[in-house]
């Protein structure tokens, strides 16, 4: 993937709100903001990890990509077509093109089905191979490809291992040849080898055959090894995105400081699960060592390091500040 691949997905403006149940009869509307004006993009055969602690949004904004939820507000461009103003068949001509790999393949696996029949559907929906026989013989490969066997095509989710049952589950997303894959903690459910297994069949699937992958995870050691650009999310909003490598081993943002020093994972901390964050302010203000009065008084603007690509949400950068408080860096030279 070279930094000027042509754009395969681009979210501009995403805002997503949930009712809150349980409130007054009369009383105004009570919501949750789950994702709060993120934009981004994702180039064609590019990995972006989305990284951000339990309740960030990550879930959230993973299935708005997908069209499996609505936005409140914003858009989703595919391949330059505007998602959010499809439905019916509209979608569906679409959807071949953009497949989920779940956190838990167990719950996304029809139980009754052999895995043959769950591999071998997509291409049914999509019309892709009507000639049976030769559907058959595209299942074993694509069996073959995640590393089952044709023997497995008659076996059922449950006589599979979690790593097995996640290796049918991305045969059946990439049956119909997807431009792009938004995996969901595709691994966190599996043990380290299993899980280093699949995260290489990830890495293989977009080397050889190019598929785009928005790569959902709390584990930044995987994130590193997998993705090109990394996206940190808190609370609902992007705080950082750029190369994985400058935003990782040079992070800006406090809040991404703050991921990179500590040693326990993302999900020990704090969760906002139950907190509105439509904020007005930045939302690392109440937990931020380093805010200053600019940071009471408005949303910080976004600042792109033009050469890489790299964009950060902090009046610290504003101020240059931030380059103050490590070694100065090329990388960071561009940015204030
Ligand atoms: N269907 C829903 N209804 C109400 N609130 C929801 C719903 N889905 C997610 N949320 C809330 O939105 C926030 C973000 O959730 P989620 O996207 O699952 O985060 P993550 O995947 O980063 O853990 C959480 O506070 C969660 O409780
Ligand atoms: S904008 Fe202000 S409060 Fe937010 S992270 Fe930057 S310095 Fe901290
Ligand atoms: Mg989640």
Not at 52 to 80: A, I
Request: aromatic fraction near 6%; hydrophobic fraction near 35%; glycine fraction near 8%.
């Amino acid at each position: 993937m070279s930094p000027e691949s042509p754009l395969l997905l681009e979210a501009r403006g995403l805002v997503r709100e949930f009712d809150l149940p349980g409130k007054r009869l009369f009383g105004p509307r009570q919501v949750l903001t789950a994702v709060s004006d993120v934009s981004f993009s994702i180039a064609k055969g590019e990995i972006l990890g989305l990284v951000g602690e339990s309740g960030s949004g990550k879930t959230t904004l993973g299935r708005l990509v997908m069209r499996l939820l609505d936005p409140t507000r914003g858009k989703v461009f595919f391949d330059g077509t505007d998602l959010t103003a499809l439905s019916g068949r509209g979608l569906r001509r679409h959807r071949r093109r953009f497949q989920m790999v779940f956190q838990d393949p167990y719950a996304s696996l029809n139980p009754r089905m052999r895995v043959g029949e769950i591999v071998e559907e997509p291409l049914i929906i999509h019309d892709l191979v009507p000639d049976k026989t030769s559907r058959r013989e595209r299942v074993s490969g694509l069996l073959e490809r995640v590393g089952l066997s044709r023997h497995d095509l008659e076996r059922f989710p449950r006589e599979f291992s979690g790593g097995g049952r996640q290796r049918v589950g991305i045969a059946r997303a990439i049956a119909c040849a997807p431009d792009l894959l938004v995996a969901d903690e595709p691994i966190a459910s599996l043990d380290l080898s299993i899980g280093a297994q699949i995260i290489n069949l990830f890495s293989s699937l977009n080397e050889k055959e190019g598929m785009s992958v928005l790569f959902i995870s709390h584990d930044l050691s995987v994130v590193r090894y997998i993705s090109d650009r990394v996206a940190v999310l808190y609370r609902g909003r992007v705080v950082e995105v750029g190369p994985t490598r400058e935003v990782l081993d040079d992070p800006v943002h406090p809040y991404t400081r703050l991921l990179m020093g500590r040693d326990a994972p993302m999900d020990a901390g704090e969760t906002s699960d139950g907190q509105d964050r439509s904020f007005e302010l930045c939302p690392f203000l109440a937990r931020c060592p380093e805010a200053r009065p600019a940071c009471r008084e408005r949303m910080p603007e976004r600042f792109e390091e033009h050469e890489s690509g790299r964009q950060v949400f902090c009046h610290l950068v504003m101020e240059g500040s931030t380059w103050k408080t490590s070694a100065p860096s090329p990388s960071r030279q561009g940015i204030a």
